[in-house]
């Protein structure tokens, strides 16, 4: 039976950034309560948050403390220990149980799990040493790409290999690190699909992103996606398949590259997204209050794009500008989310703005006028 959670019941949330934080605004907006698990204190979801407790995410009494602090818990992101949750989790209730992190904290299983649902990623081969490596590549060929099986982010651990003369540079790496090698994919864009799973099965899909990458980390998500309608509906069908298959609860966000008229999936993450930011401000619900609803047993919404948008992220060194350009009338429509972070180091994900507009061409002309001097 499916069970519902309903407001002022608390919401336990593993990890305390800004994803964290996004749940727990609609959360307390609906009137839930929320607790957080954080080894550091004060952060970006403990500033909304009703409890809060400070303890690294592997130590297991601060786990059974959320556990039963809570009347329901999810996590914000991915590298948490599952077998960690899998020991605790008869302890509470926690509806996405360990497998999500399972799938997707290692390359290789996640695409082995992807291409046993039936969908392409990029041709893959696991990489344990210099030996397998070399087989990898008489295999996949050049160009290809070199990934840490686990830990990356915004293309942290991630090597490019062009020829025999890049090996040098990766040796070390594969002598002591579990890696993948990948082919290099030729893809004329990227997009996400952001789909969520109630735990009364329903599943919803979000407007497809188109998303533009500096330095390997997210710049800019454009929605609606420019893409045919075929490629959207092949992208959505992707999605709901996805996560009815691996029988995933609560929102996932799936990247995939567009090569000419197919879709490859590059990557998944079992958690609201960057890419799916800008739900909050141009849809009728965002990806983070359609979390909240799924974990806790409610009908999901089906997700309408009210204008279409542009969402640009802003890392530590464009948030002067940014702040300058957004007090400015002709950017009083834009919507600033500032994550409350205390240092803007670079490259640090502060907060992000979103311009939305009936009106496309205006939409692009704003937008273009923001990011006129924007900071690399
Ligand atoms: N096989 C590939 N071929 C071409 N580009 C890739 C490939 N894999 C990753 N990339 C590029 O690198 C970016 C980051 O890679 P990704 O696998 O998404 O790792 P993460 O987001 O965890 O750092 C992608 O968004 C894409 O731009
Ligand atoms: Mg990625």
């Not at 996640?110 to 087989?135: M, S, W």
Request: charged share 25%.
């Amino acid at each position: 039976m499916n069970k519902v959670i309903l407001p002022n019941s608390t919401i336990g949330i593993i990890g305390g950034g800004q994803l964290g934080r996004m749940m727990a605004i609609p959360a307390k907006q609906m009137g839930y309560k929320v607790a957080v698990l954080e080894p550091e204190c004060g952060g970006p979801l403990s500033q909304v948050a009703d409890y809060e407790i400070n303890a690294p995410y592997d130590c297991e009494e601060a786990l059974l403390r959320l556990l039963n602090l809570s009347d329901v818990v999810t996590y914000e992101f991915e590298n948490i220990d599952g077998n960690q949750i899998s020991r605790v989790e008869t302890k509470g209730y926690l509806p996405q149980g360990e497998r999500p992190l399972l799938v997707t904290q290692q390359r290789d299983r996640e695409k082995k799990a992807i291409n046993d649902c039936g969908f392409q990623t990029a041709p893959y081969e696991r990489v344990d040493n210099i030996h397998d490596l070399k087989q990898a590549i008489e295999k996949i060929g050049y160009p290809c790409i070199l990934k840490t099986i686990s830990g990356g982010y915004d293309g942290k651990g991630q090597w490019t290999l062009k020829s025999e003369l890049d090996l040098e540079n990766v040796q070390s790496v594969v002598a002591t690190t579990p890696c993948i090698l990948e082919g290099f994919v030729l893809f004329t864009k990227e997009i996400s699909v952001i789909v969520t799973r109630g735990t009364n099965q329903q599943i919803e899909v979000f407007p497809v992103a188109e998303n533009i990458h500096q330095n390997h980390i997210l710049h800019l998500s454009i929605v609606p996606a420019q893409i045919d309608a075929k490629l959207r509906a092949k992208a959505e069908e992707i999605a709901r398949s996805l996560i009815e298959k691996l029988d995933f609860v609560g929102t996932l966000a799936i990247e995939m590259f567009v090569v000419g008229k197919d879709l490859i999936v590059n990557e998944l993450a079992p958690r609201p997204h960057n890419s799916g930011h800008y739900t909050i401000d141009a849809c009728n619900v965002s990806q983070f209050e359609q979390h909240i609803r799924a974990i806790c047993g409610l009908p999901l919404i089906k997700p309408d794009l009210i204008k279409p948008a542009v969402m640009v992220n802003l890392l530590g060194q464009h948030l002067d500008y940014a702040l300058e350009m957004w007090k400015k009338p002709e950017f009083s429509t834009a919507k600033l989310h500032l994550y409350g972070k205390v240092e803007a180091k670079k490259n640090r994900k502060m907060g992000h703005i979103t311009f939305a507009n009936q009106c496309e061409v205006e939409l692009s002309e704003q937008v273009h006028q923001f990011l006129n001097n924007f900071p690399k």
